[in-house]
């Protein structure tokens, strides 16, 4: 139905939906420092028309380097967008962005032993402004609940991090 770099609207049968393309899938980081923060970006979300409070996250193998593997697009994008590096990136799980819209799935990583080696930010040169935030675990309901009434939104994929990051502090 429609060709863009990066997504395909498909017909099958009478389902309408938007498959990814030119790509070999995409990769999201839930990242905790050793002071029990949650490290977010924000950045602003043409199709949403607001700012939106993400996981460090990004395409993995794109039309530069179709091989680059996921744990590898995983460093990349928490380092790009937040200045971070990490000592360990362990491979959790697949899961779907919004089945019934897209054929899209990100595959999930946990970082740990983090250091911050960069500004992050993004690349201001591909449009990206990312402003990184650190959360304390303990008080990210009510942070989260201050951001939606500045007005932004919030990917769903966070409440699944935070769920995890507090499963992991509880050990």
């Given at each position: 139905m429609a060709d863009g770099r990066f997504l395909r609207m498909v017909r099958q049968g009478r389902w309408e939906?938007?498959?990814?393309?030119?790509?070999?899938?995409?990769?999201?980081?839930?990242a905790?420092?050793?002071?029990?923060?949650l490290v977010l970006v924000e950045q602003y979300r043409v199709p949403m028309g607001m700012s939106c409070i993400e996981l460090p996250?990004?395409?993995a193998g794109d039309l530069d380097d179709p091989e680059?593997?996921?744990?590898?697009?995983?460093?990349?994008?928490?380092?790009?967008?937040?200045g971070f590096e990490a000592d360990q990136m362990a491979y959790l799980y697949r899961v779907c962005t919004s089945p019934g819209l897209t054929s899209e799935t990100i595959d999930l990583f946990r970082a740990?032993?983090?250091?911050?080696?960069?500004?992050?930010?993004?690349?201001?040169?591909?449009?990206?402004?990312?402003v990184v935030h650190l959360v304390d675990?303990?008080?990210v309901e009510q942070w989260i609940v201050d951001r939606v009434a500045q007005g932004l939104c919030i990917d769903?994929?966070?409440?699944?991090?935070?769920?995890?990051?507090?499963?992991?502090?509880?050990?």
């Open positions: 939906y938007v498959e990814r393309h030119n790509t070999t899938g995409a990769v999201a980081v839930i905790v420092t050793s002071g029990r923060q996250a990004g395409l680059e593997a996921f744990e590898l697009a995983a460093r990349r994008e928490l380092h790009e967008e937040t740990t032993g983090l250091t911050r080696t960069g500004p992050g930010g993004g690349h201001p040169d591909e449009g990206e402004e990312i675990l303990d008080a769903v994929k966070v409440y699944t991090a935070i769920a995890l990051a507090r499963q992991w502090d509880a050990g």
